[in-house]
């Protein structure tokens, strides 16, 4: 059967960007940042997830907020969460 | 290199590293198995054989391997090999290539946002204006229709620019892409300034730009949006106009400001110029006019307006006005189109500056 060759359009992520960051064995214990993007639904989606985490593996919740949904976080808040959390979860609900 | 045979009723799509596929069947096949990977814009594309990629690159002043950067969200490596691959499939020919990278680099200043225009549920497109004699060199259409059909460099131009951000930034409808309606403006939306009938200097003078044969603009933009005045003959009545119909309460640009575009057509354009206006005249007259009140903004949108925009401070000293951007620079002003009385605003995502850039071989480009 006759085939058509074709070149593949699709760029994948540069290995920089696609290591992850998490280097903790497990969450018990630790302080969990938990980051909204400002919309009203982020805060629902957060506090359910924040819960049960909190119940079952201890973790101290510190909640931060980005302000502007359609922009970066600022890089001060970013340092701050740095400073201040062992893991980070985001919520980006609309 | 990795090449692997690929039957039609394969169903995963080839990783990122696998660069040539052999499809069983013709290029009929191939076109059909790329949109059945979700890798088109769901119009009919050109097959990107390595012939003519090959040839698509030799538009290219850089090599193939080399990449113009890493595209977001997905960061994919925007080489001038997929650029080529892409610009094949929206049927560009060679000699588009210095555009395509220029708007490329365009798209990854920090101010241009690309991970939230890329992401929102906001209907931005990324629209891409031509300036310079490099827009005549490809026989682009600055003039009648600019916005729509029929001509080859405008819509192929407009075309390959979605397919890079989607197949190379990731930006994938219905995944990274949330946009809630979308718009149509992202098949592709592309045109050329009209500096012989604007009585104003072109747009890249405006911003300090000068000299080039060529410069692209990107913005992240809604699809135009007419604006009609057949009836005023004079350069304010006419801006009054525009002013008005800026001002809605929900656009975008009423958050966090960012830049917006008023695209003149030109007989409008020479007849608020004729009544003595200058492209900053104008820009002072839209950002005092332009304004919504905030009787005109329910009680909770106001609020959240007050929230992401951070300017609650400021509110009085606006009147209760608020003007879509932050200075009256930020409301650009370009002229484009054919004879009639229509102009067109262009708001944009708002989280987002644009970006003009030098076309770098247009010079190179004019002797091919």
Same mark, same amino acid.
């Given at each position: 059967?006759?085939?058509?060759?074709?070149?593949?359009?699709?760029?994948?992520?540069?290995?920089?960007?696609?290591?992850?960051?998490?280097?903790?064995?497990?969450?018990?214990?630790?302080?969990?940042?938990? $980051?909204?993007?400002?919309?009203?639904?982020?805060?629902?989606?957060?506090?359910?997830?924040?819960?049960? $985490?909190?119940?079952? $593996?201890?973790?101290?919740?510190?909640?931060?907020?980005?302000?502007?949904?359609?922009?970066?976080?600022?890089?001060?808040?970013?340092?701050?969460?740095?400073?201040?959390?062992?893991?980070?979860?985001?919520?980006?609900?609309? | 290199?990795?090449?692997?045979?690929?039957?039609?009723?394969?169903?995963?799509?080839?990783?990122?590293?696998?660069?040539?596929?052999?499809?069983?069947?013709?290029?009929?096949?191939? #076109?059909?198995?790329?949109?059945?990977?979700?890798?088109?814009?769901?119009?009919?594309?050109?097959?990107?054989?390595?012939?003519? *990629?090959?040839?698509?690159?030799?538009?290219?002043?850089?090599?193939?391997?080399?990449?113009?950067?890493?595209?977001?969200?997905?960061?994919?490596?925007?080489?001038?090999?997929?650029?080529?691959?892409?610009?094949?499939?929206?049927?560009?020919?060679?000699?588009?290539?210095?555009?395509?990278?220029?708007?490329?680099?365009?798209?990854?200043?920090?101010?241009?946002?690309?991970?939230?225009?890329?992401?929102?549920?906001?209907?931005?497109?990324?629209?891409?204006?031509?300036?310079?004699? *490099?827009?005549?060199?490809?026989?682009?259409?600055?003039?009648?229709?600019?916005?729509?059909?029929?001509?080859?460099?405008?819509?192929?131009?407009?075309?390959?620019?979605?397919? =890079?951000?989607?197949? =190379?930034?990731?930006?994938?409808?219905?995944?990274?892409?949330?946009?809630?309606?979308?718009?149509?403006?992202?098949?592709?939306?592309?045109?050329?300034?009209?500096?012989?009938?604007?009585?104003?200097?072109?747009?890249?003078?405006?911003?300090?730009?000068?000299?080039?044969?060529?410069?692209?603009?990107?913005?992240?933009?809604?699809?135009?949006?007419? =604006?009609?005045?057949?009836?005023?003959?004079?350069?304010?009545? #006419?801006?009054?106009?525009?002013?008005?119909?800026?001002?809605?309460?929900?656009?975008?640009?009423?958050?966090?400001?960012?830049?917006?575009? *008023?695209?003149?057509?030109?007989?409008?354009?020479?007849?608020?110029?004729?009544?003595?206006?200058?492209?900053?005249?104008?820009?002072?007259?839209?950002?005092?006019?332009?304004?919504?009140?905030?009787?005109?903004?329910?009680?909770?949108?106001?609020?959240?307006?007050?929230?992401?925009?951070?300017?609650?401070?400021?509110?009085?000293?606006?009147?209760?006005? =608020?003007?879509?951007?932050?200075?009256?620079?930020?409301?650009?002003?370009?002229?484009?189109?054919?004879?009639?009385?229509?102009?067109?605003?262009?708001?944009?995502?708002?989280?987002?500056?644009?970006?003009?850039?030098?076309?770098?071989?247009? *010079?190179?480009?004019?002797? #091919?």
């Amino acid at each position: 059967m006759s085939t058509t060759t074709v070149l593949n359009p699709v760029a994948g992520p540069s290995p920089a960007l696609s290591e992850s960051g998490l280097g903790l064995d497990s969450l018990e214990g630790k302080r969990l940042g938990f $980051l909204s993007n400002n919309k009203p639904n982020s805060e629902v989606l957060l506090e359910a997830v924040a819960k049960p $985490l909190s119940q079952r $593996l201890g973790v101290s919740i510190r909640g931060y907020n980005k302000g502007v949904p359609s922009l970066n976080a600022p890089a001060e808040l970013l340092e701050q969460i740095d400073k201040e959390c062992d893991a980070v979860v985001l919520a980006i609900n609309d | 290199m990795s090449i692997r045979t690929v039957p039609l009723e394969a169903n995963a799509a080839p990783s990122p590293e696998e660069l040539e596929l052999r499809i069983a069947g013709d290029e009929a096949a191939a #076109i059909e198995q790329y949109e059945a990977w979700g890798f088109t814009d769901g119009l009919p594309i050109v097959a990107p054989t390595p012939e003519r *990629v090959e040839a698509m690159c030799a538009g290219a002043t850089r090599y193939p391997p080399e990449s113009l950067g890493d595209l977001m969200p997905r960061g994919g490596s925007a080489t001038v090999q997929k650029i080529a691959i892409n610009a094949v499939m929206a049927g560009c020919r060679p000699q588009h290539m210095p555009v395509l990278m220029a708007a490329v680099e365009a798209i990854q200043d920090d101010d241009f946002n690309l991970i939230g225009v890329q992401t929102t549920t906001h209907p931005c497109a990324v629209m891409l204006v031509v300036h310079g004699p *490099v827009a005549d060199e490809l026989a682009m259409n600055s003039g009648h229709n600019c916005f729509g059909p029929g001509n080859p460099a405008n819509a192929r131009l407009g075309r390959a620019l979605h397919l =890079i951000l989607q197949n =190379i930034g990731g930006g994938v409808p219905g995944q990274s892409d949330k946009a809630t309606q979308g718009s149509p403006a992202k098949y592709g939306f592309c045109f050329a300034e009209n500096a012989s009938e604007s009585p104003w200097p072109s747009y890249p003078a405006s911003i300090g730009l000068e000299g080039g044969a060529g410069y692209v603009t990107v913005a992240a933009c809604e699809g135009p949006h007419n =604006i009609n005045d057949h009836g005023s003959s004079d350069g304010e009545s #006419i801006l009054n106009t525009v002013a008005q119909t800026m001002a809605t309460a929900g656009n975008n640009n009423l958050y966090v400001g960012g830049d917006t575009f *008023v695209i003149f057509g030109p007989e409008h354009a020479q007849t608020v110029a004729a009544s003595g206006y200058s492209r900053s005249d104008v820009q002072d007259y839209l950002y005092e006019h332009a304004r919504v009140a905030t009787e005109r903004i329910s009680a909770a949108k106001l609020e959240e307006l007050l929230d992401w925009g951070g300017y609650a401070d400021q509110l009085e000293g606006w009147g209760g006005r =608020i003007p879509l951007t932050r200075c009256p620079s930020d409301i650009r002003v370009m002229v484009a189109g054919g004879a009639g009385k229509h102009s067109a605003w262009c708001p944009t995502f708002g989280a987002t500056f644009s970006s003009t850039k030098v076309i770098e071989s247009s *010079v190179e480009l004019c002797t #091919i």
